[in-house]
């Protein structure tokens, strides 16, 4: 992210803020030395997987996005959310196009 923030980080700052479209969660680094606090927003899409003997099957995942403000480094393997007093696994780690967010799949353990 820029080092001057800007309108799109003001308006991100408030996206993540709202209580109504994101969710507060702990972030623990691979080898859980530094938890923090932040706020996520979840998605659940829908993937189409191919190759089974049935055809299409939907596969639904839990997506977080989580600032690249409050988490910096790109999250490792092994880095956990703790939402709602469950640990979820972080997997599939990309940043977007502008680089404010990174959104990772999450699965449960």
């Known amino acids: ?10 308006g991100l700052r408030v996206l993540f803020g709202d209580p109504n ?3 507060p969660a702990v972030y623990l680094t691979a080898d859980g030395a530094r938890p923090t606090a932040l706020r996520v927003v979840l ?4 993937d189409a997987v191919q190759g089974t003997t049935l055809g299409r099957v939907i596969a ?8 690249v403000s409050d988490v910096p480094i790109r999250p490792a393997a092994g880095a956990r959310l703790v939402l709602r007093g469950k640990n979820y696994r972080l997997s599939d780690v990309t940043r977007s196009t502008d680089g404010r967010v990174w959104r990772a799949v999450l699965s449960a353990g």
């Open 43 to 46: 998605s659940e899409p829908s």
């Open 21 to 23: 479209a994101s969710t």
């Open 1 to 10: 992210m820029p080092d001057v923030p800007n309108a799109f980080d003001a």
């Open 60 to 67: 639904d995942s839990l997506v977080a996005e989580l600032l």
